[in-house]
């Protein structure tokens, strides 16, 4: 009987969150209109349509599995990147979905959401629902990250909050001191991980330090206005070749501004509209490419993602920072069974390991073991740096 009930309360509390994830999703859209949330800024984005959608087809996919459905067409479109489920359509036609609407979109939601209740006592659904909430919170992020851009190449600029999320406070300015050794890397098996977090795994580290703060938007600045942008010998061939193919001359989202007196100032687009850049915030929407070609200017270096989780404050900052690690298994790691072994098992390539969560993390989002990954040109994303250096 005591593990019945156990079994119950661990299924109650799953229903709650799902319930209170679900609901967050729907907040974050609610200030958008039905053509907002079709529209795609660039192939690699997602309309906020389509992020609802595949939301829940995660639920269905791998929690109702077949033995109710809403739509058997669903279980093609709203397909992200499942290979072993079936066909998709690419991601770059997503915004061409102008079928379903919206409202057939959130009919299929509450569909979802009334059957999820009578679902969570079965065997192995609360980990289901554990892995189905944490997914659903990458995507409130990246439905951010995607209106973000789709605003900011709409003239009008328009704001898709009214209130810019707020970021923990920096702390002062100066290093911690770190005497290396080993370290217990990775997660620990106490509460919900993504696989590729694990196993935990002793490494060894040189001694190091790192900065207590990540690079501010001041900082950025005298980097700009040292010509950082146009002296190959700060970059990696392939980040100068996307400096000069793409026009690279700031952060992504910025743009300066003439003042009547003759003077200038940068302006950045935010989620709650355009706004002057505070040089005392930490830079954001800048590239791996960036970030390393800005540590090497600074005589220092991106920290591995081995150095940030033994030393970095944990919880979520203003902004993804980038390591100069590469997104790879950890010794040990097995790539989970299934379709589920596609979720982080087939992006162990080509991609750098970010670490520590952004304003538009959800709460609860990222831990210090959580491992963010990106192409190294991507700047879309809330991304930042902070320094690693020699002690």
Same mark, same amino acid.
């Given at each position: 009987m005591k593990g019945r009930v156990m079994t119950v309360l661990r299924a109650d509390h799953a229903v709650d969150r799902f319930r209170r994830v679900r609901a967050e999703s729907e907040r974050l859209t609610a200030g958008l209109t039905a053509e907002d949330m079709g529209g795609q800024a660039f192939p690699e984005a997602s309309p906020a349509k389509w992020h609802l959608a595949h939301t829940t087809w995660f639920f269905d996919e791998f929690l109702v599995g077949g033995e109710a459905v809403f739509d058997p067409a669903f279980r093609t479109l709203f397909n992200s990147y499942y290979d072993s489920v079936g066909a998709r359509p690419p991601q770059a036609a997503r915004g061409g979905l102008t079928r379903p609407g919206l409202e057939v979109v959130m009919q299929y939601r509450r569909w979802l959401d009334r059957l999820v209740p009578d679902l969570a006592g079965r065997p192995g659904a609360v980990g289901v629902l554990a892995a189905g909430c944490a997914h659903e919170?990458?995507?409130?992020? @990246?439905? @951010?990250? /995607?209106?973000? &851009?789709?605003? %900011?190449?709409?003239? +009008? *600029? $328009?704001?898709?909050?009214? !209130? *810019?999320? &707020?970021?923990?406070? +920096? $702390?002062? *300015?100066?290093?911690?001191?770190?005497?290396? =050794? !080993?370290? *217990?890397?990775?997660?620990?098996? /106490? =509460? #919900?991980? #993504? /696989?590729?977090? =694990?196993?935990?795994? %002793? !490494? +060894?580290?040189? $001694? #190091?330090? @790192?900065? &207590?703060?990540? !690079?501010? &938007? =001041?900082q950025w600045q005298a980097f700009m206005a040292d010509c950082g942008y146009e002296r190959p010998e700060l970059w990696q061939s392939d980040g100068w070749d996307a400096v000069r193919a793409l026009g690279w001359q700031a952060p992504q989202y910025w743009r300066p501004e003439c003042s009547p007196n003759g003077g200038g100032a940068w302006t950045m687009m935010t989620l709650a509209g355009r706004r002057p850049v505070d040089a005392d915030e930490p830079v954001r929407h800048v590239s791996w490419y960036e970030a390393d070609a800005f540590a090497r200017w600074a005589g220092a270096r991106l920290p591995t993602e081995e150095e940030w989780e033994a030393a970095a404050p944990g919880g979520a900052g203003a902004v993804w920072e980038w390591t100069g690690s590469a997104h790879r298994p950890y010794p040990g790691w097995r790539r989970p069974e299934g379709a589920m072994g596609e979720y982080n098992g087939k992006f162990m390539a080509g991609r750098m390991v970010l670490r520590g969560g952004s304003l538009a993390t959800p709460a609860g989002g990222a831990t210090r073991t959580t491992r963010n990954f990106w192409w190294p040109a991507a700047r879309w994303q809330f991304t930042g740096l902070r320094l690693a250096a020699a002690p």
């Open positions: 919170q990458q995507h409130q992020e @990246l439905l @951010l990250t /995607d209106i973000l &851009a789709l605003f %900011a190449g709409n003239p +009008l *600029e $328009p704001a898709a909050l009214a !209130v *810019e999320p &707020a970021a923990p406070p +920096l $702390p002062a *300015e100066g290093w911690t001191e770190h005497g290396g =050794g !080993v370290a *217990e890397i990775g997660a620990s098996g /106490d =509460g #919900f991980a #993504f /696989d590729n977090e =694990g196993p935990r795994h %002793a !490494v +060894l580290l040189a $001694p #190091f330090r @790192l900065a &207590a703060r990540p !690079v501010t &938007a =001041g």
